[in-house]
Each structure stands twice: as structure tokens, then as C-alpha cells.
């Protein structure tokens, strides 16, 4: 069983996106599979049209209610939903140290049910992601490959030296993940560098640009629902199978 964090601190380096995709493939492959959405924004929940709830993880950091609101998304697939009010929560968390725990707590009590629990984070190292890292197995970083991209890693691996010192000393790096790769120059050194700096850890499957993807996503649809035979649908599917091996 693995709690997967989708983490980068980076905008658009294909969280939401990797969350969403990699928890069909997984999914499709009879995995039980819970997808958190953790991102004010609320991306993960619109892209598989759900909006509006009345229970969402806004309630639960709040602690309005005490159940995980889990809802059934396809075969094999839930979602804890989340909600644009999650935003205004977020200050009155700092204070509280028990607020770095709340996700555990709730994860840790139903996570016999799944295989996989999959975390789409917001684009900030704030409290939610935070939380995160604190109930995490693993975190999989994703990185866009485009100039630029890799300045953030250092901080991201700041982050979690600092989590396993402090928090959770058994998280480990599940990988990182290039995304929105291309034939461009650019994204080839990219791929190269990062390859060279961080070995293995890098997942051999990459995700290529696909218009597919964000077209799906626009559709309220995954990538297999929407285009199986797309690039993109065959690149998590790899992704899920890297990760089952
Ligand atoms: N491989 C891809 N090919 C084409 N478009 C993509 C790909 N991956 C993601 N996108 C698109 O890029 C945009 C950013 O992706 P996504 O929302 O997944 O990033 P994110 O890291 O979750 O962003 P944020 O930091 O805002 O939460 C979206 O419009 C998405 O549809
Ligand atoms: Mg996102």
C-alpha cells in the first residue's frame, strides 16, 4: 500500500494532471484507488466534474465533520473532493500544530481499502502540502521540461530532508516524473540533465506533450476515457506499469 504526494511548488508541472491520469491507469489495471485533492484551486475534482459539494477536505482541515468525504468516481476510483473555501482556511491552520496532522489521521484510518492513495498538492510548500508529505509513503515529483524548470528542485528536496528529519522519516522518493516533453532542444537538456543529476530516481517513462491531455481534462473526462489510443494515454499507462514493477 503506498500514499503517493504529488508534489512540485512549480504552477502547471502536470500535478493535477499526473493525480488524475496515473490514478485511472491504476484504476484500469484493478487497483483500489483513492485520489485526494488537496489543491484550493479544486482542478482535480473539476476535471472529473465534480463541483459544489457540500462535503469536501475543506470541511474535514476545518473539522466540521470527522468522516472522509469519499465519493465514487468510476470503477476502482474515488476522490476526497476539494473546494475553492479551502483557501480561506489555510491561515488559521499555521497556529495549530495538530492542523500538520489532520490528513494522516483521516488516511491512516482508511487506508486498508486501497492499493494506492494518490495526493494532487497545490503549487506552494503551505500547510496543505505539508500535510501531505506528513501522511505520505512516497512523493513523486513532477518537472516540466522546460528551461527553468529544475531551479525549484533544490527547494523541493530541502522540503523533504526537512520532513524526514522532523516528520516523517520513512518517506521516500517514489521518482521524478518529466512532463510536457517535446523534440525541442530544450526539453532534451533538460531530460539530460536531470537524468544525469538524479539517476534512477527518474521514472524512465516520460509524459509528452499531448493535446489530448489537456483536452480530456477540459472534457471533465481521464485520458483513457476520453483518447485511449492517445500519446498520453499510453504514457501513464506506462507510468502505472513503471510503478507496479
Ligand atoms: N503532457 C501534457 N500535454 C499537454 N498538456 C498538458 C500535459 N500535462 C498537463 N497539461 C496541461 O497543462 C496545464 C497544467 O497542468 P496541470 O494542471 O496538471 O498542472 P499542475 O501542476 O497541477 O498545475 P498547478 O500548479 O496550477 O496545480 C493544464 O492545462 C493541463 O491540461
Ligand atoms: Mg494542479
Same mark, same amino acid.
Given at each position: 500500500m503506498k500514499i503517493i504526494a504529488v508534489l512540485n *511548488?512549480?504552477?502547471?508541472?502536470? @500535478?493535477?494532471?499526473?493525480?488524475?491520469?496515473?490514478?485511472?491507469?491504476l484504476a484500469k489495471l484493478g487497483n483500489r484507488i483513492l485520489?485526494? #485533492?488537496? #489543491?484550493?484551486?479544486?482542478n482535480l475534482s473539476q476535471s472529473l466534474g465534480i463541483e459544489d459539494e457540500e462535503k469536501t477536505?475543506?470541511?474535514?482541515?476545518?473539522?466540521? !465533520? &470527522?468522516?472522509m468525504p469519499i465519493k465514487k468516481v468510476q470503477e476502482n476510483l474515488d476522490l476526497v473532493p476539494a473546494s475553492l473555501d479551502l483557501s480561506a482556511i489555510e491561515p488559521g491552520m499555521y497556529s495549530n500544530i495538530n492542523s500538520y496532522f489532520l490528513l494522516k489521521g483521516h488516511l491512516d484510518r482508511i487506508r486498508s481499502s486501497y492499493e494506492f492513495i494518490i495526493i #494532487?498538492?497545490?503549487?506552494?510548500?503551505?500547510i496543505f502540502s505539508q500535510n501531505a508529505l506528513i501522511a505520505?509513503? &512516497?512523493?513523486?515529483?513532477?518537472?516540466?521540461a522546460q528551461f527553468l524548470?529544475?531551479?525549484?528542485?533544490?527547494?523541493?528536496?530541502?522540503? !523533504?530532508?526537512?520532513?524526514?528529519? @522532523?516528520?516523517?522519516?520513512?518517506?521516500?522518493?517514489?521518482?521524478? $516524473? $518529466?512532463?510536457?516533453?517535446? *523534440?525541442?532542444?530544450?526539453? @532534451?537538456? !533538460?531530460?539530460?540533465?536531470?537524468?544525469?543529476?538524479?539517476?534512477? @530516481?527518474v521514472f524512465a517513462t516520460s509524459i509528452r506533450q499531448n493535446v489530448a !491531455?489537456?483536452?480530456?481534462?477540459?472534457?471533465?473526462? &481521464?485520458?483513457?476515457?476520453?483518447?485511449?489510443?492517445?500519446?498520453?494515454?499510453?504514457?501513464?499507462?506506462n507510468l502505472a506499469k513503471e510503478i507496479l514493477q
Open positions: *511548488h512549480k504552477g502547471g508541472t502536470s @500535478k493535477t494532471t499526473t493525480s488524475l491520469n496515473l490514478g485511472a491507469a485520489l485526494v #485533492d488537496l #489543491d484550493p484551486q479544486a477536505i475543506s470541511e474535514v482541515f476545518a473539522q466540521k !465533520i &470527522d468522516v #494532487d498538492c497545490p503549487p506552494s510548500l503551505g505520505a509513503t &512516497d512523493v513523486l515529483i513532477t518537472v516540466q524548470a529544475l531551479k525549484g528542485l533544490d527547494t523541493v528536496n530541502n522540503l !523533504i530532508t526537512t520532513v524526514r528529519e @522532523k516528520l516523517n522519516d520513512k518517506i521516500s522518493v517514489l521518482g521524478l $516524473l $518529466l512532463t510536457q516533453t517535446n *523534440h525541442t532542444r530544450i526539453s @532534451k537538456d !533538460i531530460s539530460n540533465l536531470l537524468r544525469d543529476t538524479f539517476k534512477e @530516481k !491531455i489537456s483536452e480530456a481534462s477540459a472534457n471533465r473526462k &481521464d485520458i483513457f476515457t476520453y483518447s485511449p489510443e492517445s500519446f498520453g494515454a499510453v504514457d501513464y499507462m
